[in-house]
């Protein structure tokens, strides 16, 4: 049987010597092209004289041999002989090379297990980590690299997964080995899709053996560069299906790492898009690893600007990632300034971009250090939903992933939570989408968040519109009624919003209204129920991909108002800090561990630009000084007047352009 502890003991902090590591210092991916070796000298050396780029991987084995087949072992001696060349040619400019090994398990079809799908088809190009021959052939080819070359590092393709498992013979019968019995891969589909606690539990197991499979292959890879050069740093590049393979993220970091730092690329950027809206959604995932990998975890942000020009990505996104992420407490980037051409300098936005924030950026990075990411939570388990992040991050809402006091579940998340997992959400503060609260009450729990959720019935007329129900109970609110238009939209989903009865004792907020403002059934209900805990519940589906993205009635002035003073009834208390009156407006807050200064980050998300904007704060930053962060990573004062708990802010907001502000206690 696999081993399933031992290498996957916790990395001690002591075992590697910290560098300052207060500086930006990005890893810049280049391919090498035969023939043009000397140009792309060349333009390295420019890279780093002239934008202080010194970190460098190249990348190799070309990914043809998915389609031609397994490579030979000599085409991994030529790429060894290719980094040393550069290395050592290099090494006079304090310029590092490294290697990106672009082939790992999906490499090319040759005499090993080839990884078979959840629906039994055949990845002919992918290869099996639990089949031995590979895994020791496969480990060679990068030792073999390393006895070479001796690179700073090596950075594994985001390859690196099952997508979801491997159902070969080897893994069913490790399997089988675990479980005590035999379950062919077509008894293990029906058991996983029954949704019952015996699927829940087999499904969970199984994930469990996929993470132990790519962790012992990366086991492997780290005892046979051990035997070489064990100062070599390996990397984690993470894949988006890391969750679907048991959330193998932590685990294969630290068999790669062996006795060094762990190193993740954690991904979060969009490809071939320059679409603001979705920022917020795409950027999350480096906050949440940051929040829930270990702190000595050393976390690079994927800096992808793919196909890697601004035809489609600006350097203000790529700029506005970054920002972000550095905000949220990343060490580093993989910065993809170049092209994958025998002239890489060909776009020079993203390095120009680069050259004139790398100030900002390092000074952001060393603020938010003894930081904590503060806001309602964003309340989540791997492979669930989040969709909440694509309100609260167009709302001016702050969040994190961990620790908030108010929790915004969504979707499917209630199905991964046992009963003592429930009840002491809801002996807290919850706001529910409609999903989490249908689901809620299909496993009995209506009477602990005040309503009953149902599919809607069918009415001649549909609800046209959402109104408040007390208006005077919030004053910012200029406009009472909202559009409901999910229904003429979304007709091909009829649960995109439910059907609500409130229970004794809940609140109804807003409630469904036709064009004569006569009611049909509550939209929005808040609730304290008898375990003392505050629950809000709002009738539209997070989960339905209209609703969480374009629907009027969920992006308008109104909503935007009524979510923050349900988050802030919820939590009874204000937010940290809150943007006011600017649509489509980003925001991170983060707070000093002794809570005398705090970072906030303003991004405008609007192709609009405002002249100056509204920042709400908490009664204690009300006293604050608030500092801009400039270009040259200097804090300056900016000016502010404020008015009752709002400050009111002269900088600009616009799209895709960060305002970095500290605000001091004084």
């Avoid at 590049?237 to 790669?256: I, L, P, R």
Wanted: net charge neutral; with cysteine.
């Amino acid at each position: 049987m696999l081993a399933s502890g031992g290498f996957l003991s916790a990395f001690s902090s002591s075992q590697y010597d910290e560098k300052d590591d207060s500086l930006i210092n990005p890893i810049v991916p280049i391919q090498i092209f035969p023939g043009f070796e000397d140009k792309i000298k060349s333009d390295i050396i420019h890279l780093k004289e002239k934008y202080g780029l010194k970190r460098f991987l190249i990348v190799g084995p070309s990914k043809e041999y998915r389609y031609t087949g397994f490579p030979k072992k000599q085409v991994f001696v030529g790429l060894g002989e290719l980094v040393v060349h550069f290395k050592e040619e290099l090494k006079k400019y304090d310029i590092e090379i490294g290697w990106w090994c672009t082939t790992t398990i999906r490499i090319g079809k040759g005499k090993f297990q080839s990884i078979i799908k959840r629906d039994g088809t055949v990845a002919e190009e992918a290869c099996c980590p639990l089949d031995a021959d590979y895994k020791d052939t496969f480990s060679e080819y990068v030792a073999t690299v390393v006895k070479i070359a001796h690179p700073f590092m090596i950075n594994f393709e985001d390859d690196y997964h099952l997508n979801g498992g491997c159902f070969c013979p080897l893994h069913l019968k490790e399997f089988s080995e675990r479980e005590g019995r035999y379950y062919s891969r077509e008894e293990l589909q029906t058991i996983f899709n029954s949704k019952t606690a015996e699927g829940s539990r087999l499904k969970k197991a199984w994930g469990k053996l996929s993470r132990d499979s790519l962790a012992g292959l990366a086991k492997s890879v780290r005892e046979k560069v051990d035997k070489i050069a064990p100062e070599t740093r390996l990397c984690l590049c993470q894949s988006g299906a890391s969750e679907h393979d048991g959330n193998f993220t932590e685990a294969v970091a630290k068999a790669f790492a062996g006795n060094t730092r762990p190193m993740v690329r954690v991904y979060g950027s969009s490809y071939m898009s320059d679409e603001p809206l979705s920022l917020p959604r795409f950027i999350f995932n480096p906050l949440y690893q940051r929040q829930h990998l270990p702190e000595n975890f050393e976390l690079l942000h994927e800096s992808d600007s793919f196909p890697h020009t601004r035809f489609f990505m600006s350097s203000s996104k790529l700029k506005t990632f970054m920002t972000a992420a550095f905000a949220y407490g990343l060490d580093d980037s993989l910065f993809y300034t170049n092209q994958y051409l025998e002239n890489p300098l060909e776009e020079k936005g993203y390095r120009e971009m680069f050259l004139k924030e790398s100030e900002r950026f390092a000074a952001l990075k060393l603020a938010v250090r003894d930081c904590t990411v503060g806001g309602c939570e964003i309340f989540r388990k791997p492979g669930t939903s989040f969709n909440w992040i694509n309100i609260a991050g167009r709302h001016g809402i702050p969040y994190t992933s961990k620790g908030g006091k108010v929790k915004l579940l969504s979707g499917n998340i209630v199905e991964q939570m046992d009963h003592d997992e429930i009840v002491k959400l809801l002996s807290g503060s919850v706001f529910l989408d409609g999903d989490a609260a249908r689901l809620l009450c299909q496993k009995g729990y209506s009477n602990l968040i005040g309503a009953e959720i149902s599919s809607r019935e069918d009415t001649l007329l549909p609800p046209f519109y959402e109104g408040v129900v007390n208006p005077e109970q919030f004053p910012n609110i200029k406009n009472r009624l909202m559009y409901n238009y999910a229904w003429a939209f979304n007709k091909r989903n009829k649960d995109c919003f439910y059907q609500m009865k409130p229970l004794a004792g809940a609140e109804v907020v807003t409630e469904f209204l036709n064009s004569r403002n006569e009611p049909f059934y509550p939209a929005m209900t808040r609730f304290e129920n008898k375990l003392g805990g505050r629950v809000a519940v709002m009738a539209y589906s997070l989960d339905d991909g209209y609703i969480n993205t374009r629907s009027i009635s969920l992006f308008n002035y109104s909503k935007k108002e009524l979510i923050r003073s349900m988050i802030e009834w919820l939590g009874k208390e204000p937010l940290p800090v809150y943007v006011k009156d600017v649509p489509n407006a980003f925001c991170i807050f983060s707070h000093s561990k002794t809570k005398d200064y705090s970072v906030v980050v303003v991004t405008g998300l609007n192709s609009d630009t405002f002249d100056r904007f509204t920042l709400a704060v908490a009664p204690e930053w009300q006293g604050a000084k608030v500092q801009l962060l400039n270009n040259e990573g200097i804090w300056e004062t900016v000016k502010t007047a404020k008015h009752n708990q709002d400050f009111r802010i002269e900088a600009k907001v616009s799209v895709m352009n960060p305002v970095v502000l500290k605000l001091n206690k004084v």
